[in-house]
């Protein structure tokens, strides 16, 4: 059984860092691309970021650009999002997904999903 669980959300004021972790069981990161999204107060879930397999490409959406940054350690089968020079307009739910190959940015690319954690920015 496949299980995406991610941690180290919070609350933090404007300009604070956050480290989110997402531990994968049942699903051997090492062969698959991982990627983060998140998903505001009515709004549409949205991409964050991504990483391939090996960890050589990485991709991010232009609003976090500079901001983030994805890693994994495959040996510990997981998956980092740095987030730094934190805004209020990111915070959301921050969800873990796991993908297949490349650097896709599509929600419906990804088949397996962590149940999320609560990231707030305060002003």
């Known amino acids: 059984q496949v299980q995406l669980v991610e941690s180290g959300g919070g609350w933090v004021q404007t300009g604070g860092s956050l480290r989110l972790s997402c531990a994968a069981s049942?699903?051997?990161?090492?062969?698959?691309?991982m990627g983060w999204f998140r998903q505001a107060p009515g709004k549409e879930r949205e991409f964050v970021a991504t990483?391939?397999?090996?960890?050589?490409?990485?991709s991010y959406a232009d609003s976090v650009k500079g901001r983030f940054t994805i890693s994994r350690e495959n040996l510990k089968n997981t998956v980092y999002l740095q987030m730094n020079s934190l805004k209020p307009e990111d915070t959301a739910i921050y969800y873990c997904?796991?993908?297949?190959?490349?650097?896709?940015?599509?929600?419906?690319?990804?088949?397996?999903w962590g149940q999320g954690t609560q990231v707030t920015v305060s002003s």
């Open positions: 997904a796991g993908g297949t190959s490349g650097v896709p940015m599509a929600v419906g690319e990804y088949a397996y």
């Open positions: 049942g699903l051997p990161v090492s062969r698959r691309t």
């Open positions: 990483i391939t397999s090996s960890g050589a490409f990485t």
